[in-house]
T-cell receptor
Framework: GDSVTQMEGPVTLSEEAFLTINCTYT??????LFWYVQYPGEGLQLLLK???ADDKGSNKGFEATYRKETTSFHLEKGSVQVSDSAVYFC???????????WGAGTKLIIKP | ETGVTQSPTHLIKTRGQQVTLRCSSQ?????VSWYQQALGQGPQFIFQ???????GRGNFPPRFSGLQFPNYSSELNVNALELDDSALYLC???????????????FGPGTRLTVL
């Protein structure tokens, strides 16, 4: 079945460092891909999405490119801030499936 | 525009009891999905409702049931609670045709259920 694999956390970085959180997927068909963020004590918020190959989603300085050839959707940010500390989830949905399938989440800790 | 709201925020029950969780979808959204998120894990899909009918179900037993009302709000009912049901229960709403892959799901803050 479909699945999403994320790099394990926690990922600890200093402020202004470059961030990459890896996400790879397995799916039949052509899924849509999402990154959600969960701040402490809050619900899930959509960060960005891409619905077809080579699409780039971007929001709040974060970017991710849908790479069909490597089945990946890695999250990147050029300069992280303390306020970016949260848990980041990669997820997919495909046209034969109405649910979101999630990775386990990656906790990001940014130190000043 | 009002976002997705859930009630209650927290709930403590004992094993064997029944619980009802509530969700109000975002204005204009006709599809509601429910997820269970255990501590430190990603959410797991429970089921989805589209225009008052169950549209799909994940790998959860029948003691997990739901409803969607004409105003598209929804309830999740869990009977015969077990200790493993302790989790954050998330409701998400989306618009348009049910289950389209590109539809964005917007999440509520969740209900934290503790089963003792």
């Amino acid at each position: 079945g479909d699945s999403v694999t994320q790099m394990e956390g926690p990922v600890t970085l200093s402020e202004e460092a470059f961030l990459t959180i890896n996400c790879t997927y397995t799916a039949t068909g052509y899924p849509s891909l999402f990154w959600y963020v969960q701040y402490p004590g809050e619900g899930l918020q959509l960060l960005l999405k891409a619905t077809k190959a080579d699409d780039k989603g971007s929001n709040k300085g974060f970017e991710a490119t849908y790479r069909k050839e490597t089945t990946s959707f890695h999250l990147e940010k050029g300069s992280v801030q303390v306020s970016d500390s949260a848990v980041y989830f990669c997820a997919l949905s495909d046209h034969s499936n109405y649910q979101l399938i999630w990775g386990a989440g990656t906790k990001l800790i940014i130190k000043p | 525009e009002t976002g997705v709201t859930q009630s209650p925020t927290h709930l403590i029950k004992t094993r064997g009891q029944q619980v009802t969780l509530r969700c109000s979808s975002q204005s204009g959204h006709n599809t509601v999905s429910w997820y269970q998120q255990a501590l430190g894990q990603g959410p797991q899909f429970i089921f989805q409702y589209y225009r008052e009918e169950e549209n799909g179900r994940g790998n959860f037993p029948p003691r997990f049931s739901g409803l969607q009302f004409p105003n598209y709000s929804s309830e999740l009912n869990v009977n015969a609670l077990e200790l493993d049901d302790s989790a954050l229960y998330l409701c998400a709403s989306s618009s348009g045709t049910s289950g389209r892959a590109g539809d964005t799901q917007y999440f509520g803050p969740g209900t934290r259920l503790t089963v003792l």
